[in-house]
């Protein structure tokens, strides 16, 4: 008898370790930002806008103490932006403390470099505008 509920423990214990290692594998693909108009998945300061022929987006950065923009971007029908902000990138400027890299991919994209740069306001005193532009807009001509 005793042989059997060693088996049986050495069995559980085996069971319950593959099982947190898929909890941990999946955990950890779950929660893999990612590029998408709802949201990244994760708890980060990150957005994606998207444009189509019947929403063409231009977003605007605006400094709230001053009510006067820091950014633009018209985004191209078809095309999406992502934006990230990461804090305290320059800390002795008060002005602009922080910094947002940003990418113009195709329409769909989940993953990528985002290239561009550019210091940023901080959160408390920024603001994000998007504004719909007049429709129908047709995509860019691609050559």
Not at 14 to 35: D, E, H, M, S, V
Not at 82 to 87: D, G, I, S, V, W
Request: with cysteine; aromatic share 8%.
């Amino acid at each position: 008898m005793p042989t059997r509920t060693t088996t049986t423990t050495r069995s559980t214990i085996a069971r319950a370790a593959l099982a947190a290692a898929i909890a941990t594998t999946t955990g950890c693909l779950a929660y893999k930002p990612y590029y998408h108009e709802s949201g990244s998945g994760a708890a980060i300061d990150q957005y994606t806008y998207v444009s189509r022929p019947w929403e063409p987006k231009t977003i605007t950065l605006i400094d709230v103490r001053t009510n006067e923009p820091v950014w633009t971007v018209d985004v191209p029908v078809g095309k999406q932006l992502t934006m990230r902000f990461y804090e305290d990138k320059n800390p002795d400027n008060a002005i602009t403390p922080d910094n947002m890299r940003w990418q113009i991919q195709d329409e769909g994209t989940k993953f990528g470099q985002m290239a561009n740069t550019t210091l940023v306001p901080p959160a408390e005193v920024r603001r994000i505008d998007v504004e719909l532009r007049a429709v129908p807009e047709a995509p860019p001509e691609e050559f």
